[in-house]
């Protein structure tokens, strides 16, 4: 049984204050809510304050970003040494990253690496440009950017990694992928490169979120299919009512 996983990613949103209120928020109206893992993905600025709001609440932690390095000369970077302790998880290759600021498929394995050598959750994003969606290129795009990410990592370390399916052209459009179809690149593209690469049990014990324009009005039909484990979510993460609308919408995982 896969624990059901929903993660704000509140990108580069809230200040100081704003993310302490929203972290304040979530807690108190997810308190009661039980089986779902809840994850908030504040700006690096925020991480030390919005830790103070949801410690000792079941309210959990990640980072946007990170460097593989542990330190050094390298301005503007955030170490896996620095979230170690402060965070359990990290969004990795977020296609943001990989879009505007050169991101490669070798650099996110090396942070994932990076990552799980110091007790951080990797959250792995993965997934197709519009012109490779209209070109019939997901499967193996999306199967290729899994093997690279996966790379020389034990299979005691890829069963903590939690892979995020985002097609680029659902995120912060508002044109969410078709669930069903979601579910088949999730279940055959992704579990089928891990199996590849390891077996079939380890691919089975992965997680699997989709992300892409989830919001409250779709959030079950994506948690209602088999493969998908749950949703990173951005621009519905950034308010209250809605984020805990998505954890409640996963509850139809446990029922
Ligand atoms: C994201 O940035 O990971 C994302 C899925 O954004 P949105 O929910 O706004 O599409």
Redesign the pocket.
């Known amino acids: 049984m896969r624990t059901p996983i929903i993660a704000g ?1 509140w ?1 580069m949103h809230k200040t100081l204050a704003e993310a302490v209120q929203l972290a304040h928020e979530i807690r108190e109206a997810t308190a009661d809510i039980n089986g779902v893992e809840i994850v908030l993905c504040p700006p690096f600025t925020a991480l030390g304050a919005v830790e103070g709001v949801i410690a000792a609440s079941k309210v959990g932690l990640g980072a946007q970003n990170m460097y593989w390095e542990e330190q050094g000369a390298f301005t503007g970077e955030i170490s896996p040494l620095m979230l170690d302790g402060l965070c359990d998880y990290v ?1 990795l290759g ?3 990253r990989r879009q505007f600021f050169g991101e490669t498929d070798e650099g996110v394995n090396k942070k994932i690496k990076a990552a799980l050598s110091h007790h951080l959750i990797p959250i792995v ?1 993965v997934g197709e440009n519009l012109a490779q969606n209209e070109a019939g290129e997901t499967a193996a795009f999306v199967g290729g950017q899994v093997k690279a990410a996966f790379a020389g990592l034990s299979a005691e370390d890829a069963i903590k990694v939690i892979v ?1 399916y ?1 097609p680029i052209w ?4 508002g044109k969410n992928a078709d669930p069903a179809t979601a579910n088949s690149i999730i279940g055959l593209s992704i579990r089928g490169a891990i199996a590849e690469m390891y077996n079939e049990d380890v691919a089975q014990q992965v997680r699997i979120q989709y ?4 919001k409250p009005d779709n959030v079950e039909a994506y948690m209602s299919q088999p493969d998908i484990d749950g949703a ?6 950034l308010k209250t009512e809605s984020f805990v609308a998505l954890v409640k919408g996963a509850l139809v995982k446990v029922r």
């Open positions: 990613n990108k969004i977020h296609s943001e994003c995020a985002e659902a995120i912060g459009t992300g892409g324009s989830v990173l979510v951005g621009g519905a993460s």
